[in-house]
């Protein structure tokens, strides 16, 4: 298993680096969308699959030798940037921008044809995936068990989260947590979730 | 909100439509892991920023003007197409591959280092999505409510899923599932499914 790393660059470099990784990441965000919408011809789309395969080759030319791990500055940075939910060199992440509001996570995030289950609306499964995220960045714990009351169906555009914890024994702490769209709560999210023996953020 | 639509295509032009998407779906898949895993400077990055913009260009071209909903023909063959668990269209899909075991359903996946959430494990959420799809598969209903309980954390790497109706009543199905590895369970799922009033299967 791969480790939480430690890299000695300044804030400068890590600005640079997201500076560089983030227009790359929209780009193939955008791909993803266009590969879902697209009704272009066959010729087309074989075209379109071969410019993919020469950014890939390009890329791959030097490359780590496997996931991305969660790496840190000497200040405490985080990067994890290779998260799913938020990683902003994971372009299957919308990505959430988690940000603080006293002691509650929030987080706002649009979602479009990549997210989508039933017909227009979001995928139950990716709102359980952003709500974990954000419950368990609150408790900067491991999810140990997740409830989710779907209250209603969540359209697809712009959505919020909010997470928090609500009590907190040993190294356990129950977290709660909504998605909402404009007119209010579609699901809830209720957690106990368990800090590492040896701490890391996740 | 679009609407389950009705193709009238045969099953030959269904294999046909997947044999031209299948391979384009995968190089984005591909590209989505070099982006994560890349090593390469700043002026590599851009120069496959470029080409991953001319391959959408291309792409969208002829687009649908939202996303993909699910499409069914008059055999009622579906093509959740667009979907984040199964899509065949969706990069952001591993895509997991639903069949039927006698009453219950089963997938194997192998997940990359695109769904790492701490380093080297799979994060919770992937494990929430994958679930509560193929629990909602089993049911052929929405999520009502899910509940996981993350028994150890799951390594990245080959996964099995597992989901069975253990329970029936009007529009409601208790459905109970698994998530694996080679070492056996690391995750279980209990929801309640419901039905959609006019049927139309997730």
Same mark, same amino acid.
Request: hydrophobic fraction near 40%; proline fraction near 6%; include cysteine.
């Given at each position: 298993m791969r480790q939480f790393v430690f890299e000695d660059i300044t804030s400068e470099e890590v600005a640079r680096r997201t500076g560089v990784?983030? @227009?790359?990441? +929209?780009? /193939?965000r955008d791909l993803i969308d266009a590969t879902i919408r697209t009704e272009v011809d066959p010729d087309t789309?074989? *075209?379109a699959g071969e410019l993919i $395969?020469? *950014?890939t080759a390009l890329l791959r030319a030097q490359q780590s030798d496997g996931p991305h791990g969660v790496r840190y500055t000497a200040d405490g940075t985080g990067m994890p940037w290779g998260n799913p939910a938020i990683g902003i060199r994971n372009a299957i992440a @919308? @990505?959430?921008?988690?940000?603080? +509001? &006293? +002691? %509650?996570?929030?987080?706002d995030v649009v979602l479009g044809a990549a997210y989508e289950g039933p017909p227009g609306l979001v995928h139950g499964g990716i709102c359980a995936l952003? =709500? +974990?995220?954000? =419950? &368990?960045e609150a408790a900067s714990a491991m999810t140990g068990t997740l409830t989710l009351r779907y209250v209603r169906a969540t359209p =697809?555009?712009?959505?919020?989260? $909010?997470a928090e914890v609500v009590a907190s024994e040993g190294?356990?702490?129950? /977290? %709660?947590g909504s998605l909402s769209d404009? $007119? &209010?709560?579609? /699901?809830?999210a209720e957690g106990i979730f368990i800090v590492p023996q040896k701490k890391g953020p996740r």
């Amino acid at each position: 298993m791969r480790q939480f790393v430690f890299e000695d660059i300044t804030s400068e470099e890590v600005a640079r680096r997201t500076g560089v990784y983030t @227009p790359l990441t +929209d780009s /193939v965000r955008d791909l993803i969308d266009a590969t879902i919408r697209t009704e272009v011809d066959p010729d087309t789309i074989r *075209a379109a699959g071969e410019l993919i $395969e020469q *950014a890939t080759a390009l890329l791959r030319a030097q490359q780590s030798d496997g996931p991305h791990g969660v790496r840190y500055t000497a200040d405490g940075t985080g990067m994890p940037w290779g998260n799913p939910a938020i990683g902003i060199r994971n372009a299957i992440a @919308p @990505p959430m921008v988690v940000t603080r +509001d &006293g +002691d %509650r996570r929030v987080a706002d995030v649009v979602l479009g044809a990549a997210y989508e289950g039933p017909p227009g609306l979001v995928h139950g499964g990716i709102c359980a995936l952003l =709500l +974990d995220h954000i =419950l &368990g960045e609150a408790a900067s714990a491991m999810t140990g068990t997740l409830t989710l009351r779907y209250v209603r169906a969540t359209p =697809l555009g712009a959505v919020h989260l $909010e997470a928090e914890v609500v009590a907190s024994e040993g190294r356990k702490r129950t /977290v %709660r947590g909504s998605l909402s769209d404009a $007119e &209010g709560i579609t /699901v809830t999210a209720e957690g106990i979730f368990i800090v590492p023996q040896k701490k890391g953020p996740r």
